[in-house]
């Protein structure tokens, strides 16, 4: 799962840099339209040749920059790899400082305050948005300030009509191109994130339950041993801690392989869940060895399902995984008591268990003391 985790990782590098590199050409490209909406109107005589070329200028020196530190890997790991709002900043200052080079032209710088916001939507928080604007609103006070009164609409011409329309055309299709392009993120994003959920779900069953018999593991015992100990210091609600032991098993693996010790292994946990409640908690400690957590439950009323655990085990045709198998199955059984520790209940239902495998297997063992018994322990059936 891990492996999983690094090659997701990896892939969202690669997507994230190719998303930046993408977006930094979409960037150069429409600087290259507005050069050449500028060229146009010097041609026009509007402005003079030298604004469309050091705008042409302008595109190229920024475009290299931001595509150099984009290369080098500068800010990767920050909460804004792609430079957005250094760009976003950056395009708002060119755009401002034409808009006082050349205001005959000013509406086109203008307009592309929009399309700048519009990629800056894409990549940054409300924060960075706020201060983009900010910083916008600012240099539009600057510019209005120095040559408000020269900004002009070139439209004395058929041809300035023609571009300004143009222009127009240009930016509502810049606009709605990268409308388009953060719905189709934020369904990109919505899927990778169920990918995620998904993939956290897979990582917390793999740490709470055993991947062979699809049941609790032995660190999820733990946890929930913990849970019904503090139940039963709050309000009393009984519980009781079984160990079950597959009789026999080991032999099952040295004559007739591990993958027939596994099936075995299977379907002895679904002759538990059989006989188990819901409200009960089942687990694989190690091995042939389980852990029965009875909620709610005192040692006289739990035995009678570990009872019939044992019978179902000792009558299952265990032959079907190999010749002349035999299985039963051996449980120690104990309350938990006032006053003591997980472990100290957890030993005293081992030590009932080794009761049971000591008078001849195939039988439930309850820990001295559970209730009246002999030193020993009580057998409450013994096959």
Avoid at 8 to 15: A, L, T, V
Avoid at 118 to 147: C, Q
Avoid at 297 to 307: K, R, S
Avoid at 330 to 341: K, L, N, Q
Wanted: net charge neutral; aromatic share 10%.
């Amino acid at each position: 799962m891990q492996r999983e985790f690094g090659e997701m990782k990896e892939q969202r590098r690669k997507e994230m840099n190719a998303m930046a590199f993408g977006m930094l050409g979409r960037v150069a490209l429409s600087g290259v339209l507005d050069v050449l909406l500028l060229c146009g109107f010097a041609y026009a005589g509007v402005i003079q040749p030298d604004i469309a070329l050091l705008y042409g200028m302008a595109v190229i020196v920024v475009s290299g920059i931001f595509y150099l530190l984009l290369r080098s890997g500068y800010k990767r790991r920050s909460k804004d790899p792609g430079l957005t709002f250094p760009q976003v900043v950056t395009a708002l200052l060119v755009q401002t400082g034409f808009l006082i080079l050349a205001p005959q032209v000013g509406y086109l710088f203008l307009i592309n305050f929009f399309v700048i916001y519009a990629f800056g939507a894409l990549g940054l928080s409300t924060f960075w948005n706020v201060v983009s604007w900010l910083i916008g609103s600012l240099g539009l006070v600057l510019a209005f300030s120095l040559i408000g009164w020269h900004l002009q609409f070139p439209v004395g011409s058929n041809l300035g009509q023609l571009l300004v329309c143009l222009s127009f055309i240009l930016t509502l299709g810049r606009c709605i191109y990268l409308a388009n392009m953060m719905s189709r993120m934020q369904r990109k994003i919505t899927e990778q994130n169920q990918q995620l959920v998904k993939a956290m779900k897979r990582v917390q069953e793999l740490a709470t339950r055993d991947e062979l018999t699809n049941i609790e593991n032995r660190r999820s015992l733990m946890e929930i041993l913990a849970v019904e100990q503090k139940r039963f210091q709050r309000g009393g609600t009984p519980f009781c801690i079984a160990i079950l032991d597959l009789d026999g098993f080991k032999s099952v693996n040295d004559n007739f392989g591990h993958a027939a010790g596994d099936m075995v292994l299977k379907t002895f946990v679904e002759i538990v869940r059989n006989e188990m409640r819901l409200s009960d908690h089942f687990a694989r400690y190690g091995g042939d060895e389980f852990v029965l957590v009875l909620t709610g439950t005192t040692v006289q009323e739990g035995v009678t399902a570990l009872d019939r655990i044992c019978a179902e085990t000792e009558m299952y045709d265990w032959s079907k995984f190999g010749k002349d198998i035999i299985l039963t199955a051996s449980i120690g059984i104990t309350d938990f008591r006032p006053g003591e520790s997980i472990d100290e209940a957890f030993q005293r239902a081992d030590m009932a268990l080794y009761g049971a495998k000591a008078a001849g297997r195939n039988r439930v063992m309850i820990s001295p003391d559970s209730f009246e018994s002999s030193d020993g322990g009580t057998t409450i059936r013994a096959f």
